[in-house]
């Protein structure tokens, strides 16, 4: 048996407009730009529905009726349920489909995408549950496997996911923590009796996510036959290959006259014409088999960037300023009970925030520019404090 085990994750933040400082005090309208602006949390997500997320469901939808063995996992973070609820409703009705044939698998994690488990626990827990209260609300599943924020993993995350009662968890696979070691096996998480560790195939992962439309990539053009030969060789080091990435790849990141959709409709079809080829959901996975051995990620690794770390959302002194003055306003923000303010200032740990910060330059930090809607990572840092000065201004006022 050898067994893809596929999972892609659907993120859109919830954007806080360019808000002046002539604002604050004024207006609390953070987050509702005008629609034709660059910010517009509305533009924006009409814009990647039509390119990646209509076209992306429906191939996938049509495979599973075409193919009862194709098996895969998504994780939903809970602001693009909010904004698939306000404005293209027919996505959460296809999801619900396709959830309710047993074939796709939800996920767990944080409601907001935020970096919530390196700043206050009581946070990071509290997401986690309104994440699977809105999962279970909307798809009447409750997620089995965690993941975390980018895939921001640890050895204490993984025992707490284990205490939380999580059968598995998902992290990258990154050289610098397997050595000589494969992503393809299952692995127990250090400190741990009973979750079990999946960990991304990065490099087959990303030829996909990254290099399918780069011309000067010496393996261009990606066809099939070539992407499943790598499969069929790597399973020489293992029989589960796990290929992560995000939904976006589809349509958004890789544009459709690229032939992204082609291809991976055409890869569904290949692989599974070969006798004991599987796709497993990340629970599929788990109960494939035991893990082969203990490992151990005592610093952080993540999915992003060349470093692998948190430096893509934590590596200046704006970003570190504002997630702390963030974090600093939690407990008065909650002992307020007022729901509006509190679901103002969780908006704000979203990860995407941060990120726009991000000042690294090179391939990272192109990059980052793609996925931000300011102009600069000051100006987003300008306008992010801006509206944390107001929520702290009606914080007073309490």
Known sequence: MR???????????????????????????????????????????????????????????????????????????????????????????????????????????????????????????????????????????????FRNTELAYNDALAKWAEEAGYTGILAEGWDKVLGWRSPNYLYRPAGCEHIKLLLKNYRLSDDIAFRFSNRAWKEWPLTVPKYQNWLNNDCLRGNIINLFMDFETFGEHQWADTGIFDFFDALIDSWLSIYDNKFFTLTEACNSGEPVSELSMPNTVTWADTERDLSAWLSNRMQISAMDELYRLRDDILATGDLGLISDWRKLTTSDHPYSMCTKYWNDGDVHAYFSAYASPYESFMYFMNVLRDIEYRLSQK
């Not at 954007?15 to 730009?33: H, L, W």
């Not at 296809?94 to 767990?108: A, F």
């Open 3 to 145: 067994a893809i085990c596929f999972y892609l994750h659907i993120h859109q933040p919830i954007r806080y407009r360019e808000y002046s400082i002539f604002d604050v005090g004024r207006t609390s309208d953070y987050y509702n730009a005008p629609y034709d602006s660059r910010e517009s949390n509305e533009r924006i997500f009409r814009k990647v529905a039509k390119k990646s997320y209509h076209p992306m469901l429906d191939l996938l939808e049509k495979n599973i009726h075409l193919h009862p063995d194709f098996h895969f996992s998504l994780s939903i973070t809970g602001t693009w349920l909010e904004q698939a609820e306000a404005w293209d409703y027919s996505l959460i009705e296809q999801l619900r489909r396709m959830i309710k044939t047993g074939q796709v698998e939800i996920v767990g994690e944080t409601y907001y995408h935020s970096l919530a488990f390196f700043y206050n626990l009581d946070e990071f827990t509290s997401q986690v549950q309104m994440h699977t209260e809105k999962i279970q609300k909307l798809f009447g599943v409750t997620p089995r496997i």
